[in-house]
C-alpha cells in the first residue's frame, strides 16, 4: 500500500492509504480538527528520516533508547517525555522535542 504524506499547519503525517481521498479520510480520523494543506503521494514504500537534518547528533549516547524509554515512561504523552528526556540527559528544550518528535514520527 503507497506511503501518502500529508502536511497540515502543525504536523506532517505519513499514512498508508490507497489513494489520496483515502489518506483524507485517515487524517480526518486521527486529527479531526485539522486541515490537509498538501498531500503527496510517496514514490516508494520507505520513509527515511535524516536525524541530522533534525539536529541529532551522536555524542557517546543514543538519543534514540533514551526517548523512547521516555516516552514509555510517559505513556505516550509528548511533553511529559519531553521533560523527562530533558532531565535524563541534561538536553535543551529545542533539541528534546524534536528527539522525541522524531521517535513518535517513527513509532516508538
Excluded at 30 to 58: F, H, Q
Aim: charged share 30%.
Amino acid at each position: 500500500m503507497p506511503l501518502f504524506e500529508i502536511e497540515t499547519r502543525a504536523h506532517i503525517v505519513i499514512a498508508n492509504a490507497e489513494d489520496e481521498a483515502e489518506a483524507r479520510a485517515v487524517l480526518a480520523e486521527y486529527y479531526p480538527t485539522e486541515d490537509a494543506i498538501r498531500i503527496s503521494k510517496r514514490p516508494r514504500n520507505l520513509w527515511v528520516i535524516s536525524k541530522a537534518a533534525l539536529g541529532i547528533t551522536p555524542e557517546g549516547i543514543d538519543p534514540c533508547n533514551i526517548a523512547r524509554d521516555c516516552l514509555a515512561k510517559a505513556s505516550g504523552d509528548k511533553v511529559h517525555a519531553i521533560r523527562l528526556y530533558m532531565q535524563e540527559t541534561g538536553t535543551d528544550l529545542e533539541r528534546a522535542k524534536k528527539i522525541i518528535e522524531s521517535n513518535m514520527m517513527i513509532g516508538w
